[in-house]
């Protein structure tokens, strides 16, 4: 409903190809300082893993073998990426990082977390429960089946 007097202004359907398309959203996009993005991500990636390895030279000097504090580690980060997760404080990060929080073990402690607290009104089993495995669904179901596959041809190599 308007005013007295006025019309609403005439709505007109677009009628474009997709490269069309494509041609408006380029010609209106502002243009990413693609390699000030990448320095960027390059540096919180490589902190990132600079960081781990600092925790893993920590927990050695703890008297942790090396096998042990590199579990120590990365449950470490696990945690701490979910911790800002929850805090919201890493999508702060990662918005501006882009690829540099995603490519450690700290996106994937992201991925995991994100929907599962998206979802956590819907109840811990059809809400947190289900979302939770929308990433690592199709992570475990690849991951087991390489495993298999490669684990096939390594014995397939060994008999000949």
């Known amino acids: 409903m308007g005013m007295p ?3 609403a202004p005439e709505v007109k359907r677009m009628d474009m190809t997709n490269q069309q ?4 959203v380029s010609g209106r996009a502002k243009p990413s300082p693609l390699w ?7 540096c919180v990636g490589g902190g990132i893993c600079a960081g781990g ?4 030279a920590l ?15 990365s449950i470490t980060l696990i945690f701490l990426a979910s911790l ?3 805090l919201g404080v890493f999508d702060a990060i990662a918005k501006r990082a882009g690829a540099g929080t995603l490519v450690p ?14 979802f956590k009104s819907e109840g811990f089993v059809t809400g947190t429960g289900a979302k939770l495995f929308t990433v690592a669904g199709p992570v475990l179901a690849y991951g087991i089946s390489a495993s298999v596959v490669y684990g096939v041809i390594l014995y397939l190599f060994e008999l000949f």
Do not use: R
């Not at 398309?21 to 408006?24: C, H, S």
């Not at 390895?53 to 893993?56: A, K, P």
């Not at 927990?59 to 580690?73: I, L, R, V």
């Open 5 to 7: 007097g006025h019309t």
């Open 21 to 24: 398309y494509n041609q408006y």
């Open 36 to 42: 000030k993005d990448c320095l960027w991500a390059f």
């Open 53 to 56: 390895q600092g925790l893993t």
């Open 59 to 73: 927990y050695q000097s703890w008297g942790a073998g090396k096998e042990d504090a590199g579990t120590w580690t």
């Open 84 to 86: 800002l997760t929850g």
């Open 105 to 118: 073990i700290t996106g994937f402690s992201n991925a995991m977390v994100s929907p599962a607290l998206e």
